[in-house]
Structures are given as structure tokens and as C-alpha cells.
């Protein structure tokens, strides 16, 4: 018996629902003791999944990268794989 935990339908119907979204932005203490930068950490949020990250910068910065990887996170989301019709342009004439 295994203690593997199942979605059902309607948690996974919200969870493919639910785009990425930027929840929180907070200055936090730098990794390294001896970085002298200002550090944010950010929180992106789907559903109930959690995205923590920390990065130097300022807040305003920091707020931009993360809304970068938030579009970028549900361009991927909205990606449908299956076939495409790719049209052959003409090749060049010598």
C-alpha cells in the first residue's frame, strides 16, 4: 500500500485552471553575509502551489522579473501539443 496522494477531478480541474499570479514581494536578508545588495523574495502563486524565489535589486526590480516569469510560466501553461500545419515557403531560385 502506498501513501501517494490523488488529485481528483475538481482539484486538478482548478489547479490547470488557475494562472500563475504574483502574490507577495518582501525584502529579505541577502544569502550571503557579505552581499551588501538590497534582496527581495517573491512569491508566485497557482492555486494552491507556491513559487518562493529570492534576487538582488531593488523591489521594483525584483517585481518586474518575477511579472516576467509569471507570463512567461502561463505562456508555457497555454501551450497545446498536437499537430501543426506548417506551410513550405519557395525555396530560393538560383
Known amino acids: 500500500m502506498t501513501n501517494a496522494t490523488r488529485l481528483d477531478s475538481t482539484s486538478l480541474s482548478s489547479v490547470t485552471e488557475s494562472p500563475y499570479s504574483l502574490d507577495s514581494i518582501t525584502r529579505t536578508t541577502a544569502p550571503d553575509a557579505d552581499d551588501t545588495r538590497d534582496w ?8 494552491n502551489n507556491r513559487i518562493v524565489g529570492c534576487r538582488p535589486g531593488s523591489a ?3 517585481r518586474r522579473a518575477a511579472e516576467d516569469l ?3 510560466l502561463n505562456e508555457r501553461r497555454s501551450f497545446r501539443p498536437g499537430r501543426k500545419h506548417l506551410a513550405m515557403g519557395q525555396g530560393k531560385k538560383g
Open 40 to 47: 527581495h523574495s517573491y512569491v508566485i502563486g497557482q492555486g
Open 60 to 62: 521594483g526590480d525584483v
Open 70 to 72: 509569471v507570463t512567461r
